[in-house]
């Protein structure tokens, strides 16, 4: 009798199908554990970024020698979240205090304050010369060719209302400003606006009323061009 040989088993092809076992974990309840998730990080607190940034705001303005600016921006600071931030902000608003005080006692007069903050005007520092001529009418409010400084100034930086209400007040306060503004080529950006030609070629009457209040002013009162070339 002839013995069987055994078949060879056919090795498995490529493309057949493996069974995976998959396991699953299960809590203490017998329930599938989900993944703990990671903890949302803190957001940064708006004061506290709000605080630094006038922070550095002020220390930028110091290193520009703009210690006005400088301490505004500071004393911002006082009010944020950060004990720490604010007493460095307190240190720099003394030193500020000290430069003003310094800069201040500088200037013998209205009228030398007055030409410095015309000096920075030409030399396109509008920042510091806004300063210094805000700074002159808070110790002088009717000095009217600060005002006029002011006028011509907020022209040149594109403020066309604040400049019509300082002309109109510098002329209010010296009539001589509106012959100066007539020949004045800082105004040339308000040349069209209908409202700086009424300013400076008012009706008949009120011409007249102007003129007779110009001749009982003083002759001494300085010339209030804003701009010495």
Known sequence: MKKKVPQKLKPLSSNSKTIKLVTRSSSKNGA?????????????DPLFTQAVQNYEAGLKAMQAHKFDRAKASLEKVLCGPSKEL????????????????????????????YDYAVALMNNGDYDSARDHLEKILKQSPKTDYAVYGLAVLNCLTGRVEEALGHLQNAIKLNIANRFQARNDSDFGKMADDPRFTELLYPDVGELESSSSGFSSMSSSSKSSGAKKK
């Open 32 to 44: 599938p554990s989900a993944k703990s998730a990671a903890p949302a990080p803190a957001k940064p």
């Open 86 to 113: 604010a007493d460095r902000a307190r240190i720099n608003i003394n030193i500020c205090d000290q430069y003003v005080a310094r800069s201040s006692h500088a200037f013998k007069t209205t009228e030398e304050h």
